[in-house]
């Protein structure tokens, strides 16, 4: 079992930055590939981005240039750095883990991580 915790979240205007972390226990961080989703109100989970256990990274391309991942192995913690962000940026954002099958690019579907986390709210005013 993998247990996520994120934390990070907040109330930010537009154009501002928020940096959110995952702590993940439970199992050998460096073996998980870790993702990013979002969830708006209404709207179907979203795939924000993702990092794989060498480091890869993808993402969605409304965020591609403003937000970054990246993992601290030695800290079991990957974080979302979110800059210039909008309104529609708006959501709670979910920590999301699977055991790494050293595949060669991330995974971006909901379906294809197996832990959790309880997610962080986002709130970006115009």
Excluded at 3 to 12: D, K, N, P
Excluded at 31 to 41: C, I, V
Excluded at 46 to 70: K, L, P
Aim: charged share 20%; net charge positive; glycine share 12%.
């Amino acid at each position: 079992q993998v247990q996520l915790v994120e934390s990070g979240g907040g109330l930010v205007q537009a154009g501002g930055s928020l940096r959110l972390a995952c702590a993940a226990s439970g199992r050998t961080f460096a073996t998980l590939d870790m993702g990013w989703f979002r969830q708006a109100p209404g709207k179907e989970r979203e795939f924000v981005g993702a990092v794989m256990w060498n480091g890869r990274t993808r993402y969605v391309d409304s965020v591609n240039g403003r937000f970054t991942i990246s993992r601290d192995n030695g800290k079991n913690t990957v974080y979302l750095q979110m800059s210039s962000l909008k309104p529609e940026d708006t959501a709670v954002y979910l920590c999301a883990a699977r055991t790494t099958t050293f595949g060669a690019t991330p995974k971006v579907r909901a379906n294809e991580y197996g832990y959790w986390g309880q997610g962080t709210q986002v709130i970006v005013s115009s």
